[in-house]
């Protein structure tokens, strides 16, 4: 069974920059892509970056140009590097990935983020 699990979140002022890994077990290459998300206290789960095996990427329009989603093959690890934070990147963030033939995502148990004003 896959699993991931998240870790480098913490407290940080707003301007700061915080980075996210998220362990894979196994090979990344088993994906068919890896995802990070994240939700804010009352509010729904958002999608935050994405990463194809063939290196597309994608980001939500809020954290365009902040943030940047990576992988380390080598070492089955995903990134997600936040820079200029502020207090609305409050959240827990998952990571999240599809194995290829699977109907269903992956997910980490999340790491807290949290943006002080």
């Known amino acids: 069974q896959v699993q991931l699990v998240e870790s480098g979140g913490g407290l940080v002022h707003a301007g700061g920059s915080l980075r996210l890994s998220c362990a894979v077990s196994g090979s990344i290459f088993s994906f068919n892509s890896m995802a990070w998300y994240r939700q804010a206290p009352g509010k729904q789960r958002e999608l935050v970056a994405t990463?194809?095996?063939?290196?597309?990427?994608n980001y939500a329009a809020t954290v365009k140009g902040r943030f940047t989603i990576s992988t380390d093959n080598a070492k089955n690890l995903v990134y997600l590097q936040m820079a200029s934070l502020t207090p609305d990147d409050t959240a827990v963030y998952y990571c999240s990935g599809r194995v290829i033939g699977s109907l269903a995502d992956s997910w980490g148990q999340g790491t807290q983020v949290t943006v002080s004003s």
């Open positions: 990463r194809t095996n063939s290196g597309n990427t």
